[in-house]
C-alpha cells in the first residue's frame, strides 16, 4: 500500500472557511484509490519544508500539496532536503495555481485529485535562487519561475487578504497601483546565453520562467519554456517607464504579441542581479517573497520526481 502524505496550507487562496471540508473530500479519492494517507495542515510560513522532509524520510511515497505555489514550493524544498526520494504532486488550493494549470490540472481540488491518479512521475531538474536575507546568502530551490526587481516588489506589498479576497486578481489590483505610483528602479543584470556568450543590461526586472501554459489574463503567453528543459525563459524588463509595461501586458494579453522593443525574451540557465542607485531589489520565488539582491539564479544538478500528465 503506497503511503501518502497530503500536507495542505489552511490559510492559502480563497475559501479559506471551507478549507476543512474540501481537504477531507481529497483525502478520500486518494483513500478510496488504495492508499494510505496522513493528511496534516501547515502550522506557520515555512513549516512545509520540515514536514515534507520527516514524512519523505519516514517512508512516505508519495507527497501531495494541497495549496498554491507558495505550499509546493515549501513541499519541494523539504524533498530536495531528505535523505531519500519520493514522488511529489499538486492539487490546487491556492491563489495563482500556476503549477496546477501548467500540469492541465482542473481547478476543482476533487477532480485534480482525480486526475493525479492518472499521472505519471517524470525527474525534473529544479531552478535554484541564492539572495541576502536578514540571516546573510540563503539558497532556495523553484519550479515555475523566479523574479527579481518590481514583480517581487509586487508580491511584497499585495496583502494577503486581498489575495484571499480576490485570488489572483490581487496581484493585477496591486500592479495598477504601483503603475500609477511609476515605482520601477533599474538595477544591474548578467546573463549567459545559450551559447555560453555573456551580457549585461540594466533592467527593472528579470524573470526566469518555466511554465509553458498560465491562467487567466496570461493565457495566450508562449515562451517556449518547459518545466523539463534545464533552462529558463528570461524576461528582461529594459525600462523604468510605466507605458512600456501596460505595452508588454497588452500584448500578451490580448494573444496578438506584438514586439515591444523595451522588453526582450532570451532563454538561458544562469543570471545574476546586483543593485544600482536603490539598494533594496527584491527576489521572489514560485509567488514566495525570498530575500534581496545580490541574487544568482540556475538549475540544480539533483532531480525531484514530479507528477506530471503523460
Same mark, same amino acid.
Given at each position: ?70 505550499? +509546493? ?48 512521475? #517524470? %525527474? ?15 539558497? #532556495? ?7 527579481? &526587481? ?21 496581484? +493585477? ?40 501554459? +498560465?491562467?487567466?489574463?496570461? #493565457? ?19 525600462? %523604468? ?22 522588453? %526582450? ?16 531589489? #527584491?527576489?521572489?520565488?514560485? &509567488? ?23
Amino acid at each position: 500500500m503506497r503511503k501518502l502524505f497530503l500536507i495542505y496550507n489552511p490559510a492559502s487562496g480563497q475559501r479559506t472557511r471551507k478549507r476543512a471540508e474540501q481537504v477531507a473530500l481529497v483525502t478520500e479519492v486518494f483513500r478510496q484509490a488504495g492508499m494510505q494517507v496522513e493528511a496534516c495542515a501547515t502550522t506557520h510560513r515555512g513549516s512545509a519544508v520540515q514536514q515534507t522532509r520527516l514524512a519523505v524520510e519516514a517512508g512516505c511515497d508519495l507527497v501531495v500539496a494541497c495549496g498554491g505555489d507558495g505550499t +509546493f514550493n515549501e513541499c519541494l524544498n523539504g524533498m530536495m532536503q531528505a535523505s531519500r526520494k519520493a514522488e511529489l504532486g499538486v492539487v490546487p488550493l491556492g491563489s495563482g495555481n500556476l503549477l496546477a494549470t501548467d500540469l492541465h490540472l482542473p481547478s476543482n481540488p476533487v477532480r485534480a485529485a482525480h486526475a493525479l491518479l492518472s499521472y505519471k512521475a #517524470r %525527474d525534473v531538474q529544479p531552478g535554484t535562487i541564492t539572495c541576502q536575507t536578514l540571516h546573510g546568502p540563503e539558497t #532556495r530551490h523553484f519550479i515555475i519561475a523566479a523574479g527579481v &526587481g518590481s514583480d517581487a516588489e509586487l508580491m511584497y506589498r499585495t496583502a494577503a487578504e486581498i489575495k484571499e479576497r480576490f485570488g489572483r486578481n490581487a496581484y +493585477f489590483i496591486e500592479m495598477a497601483r504601483m503603475t500609477f505610483k511609476g515605482e520601477f528602479p533599474l538595477f544591474h543584470v548578467e546573463w549567459k546565453d545559450e551559447q555560453g556568450a555573456p551580457h549585461s543590461d540594466n533592467v527593472a526586472l528579470v524573470m526566469a520562467i518555466r511554465a509553458r501554459k +498560465f491562467p487567466g489574463l496570461l #493565457r495566450f503567453v508562449n515562451l517556449r519554456s518547459s518545466l523539463l528543459k534545464p533552462e529558463y525563459a528570461l524576461l528582461l524588463f529594459r525600462t %523604468d517607464k510605466v507605458r512600456h509595461f501596460l505595452n508588454y501586458f497588452a500584448s500578451v494579453a490580448s494573444g496578438l504579441n506584438w514586439r515591444v522593443p523595451q522588453i %526582450d525574451v532570451v532563454h538561458a540557465s544562469w543570471f545574476r542581479c546586483a543593485a544600482n542607485s536603490e539598494p533594496r531589489i #527584491r527576489c521572489q520565488a514560485d &509567488g514566495e517573497l525570498l530575500g534581496s539582491v545580490p541574487a544568482e539564479v540556475g538549475i540544480a544538478g539533483k532531480t525531484f520526481r514530479l507528477l506530471m500528465p503523460e
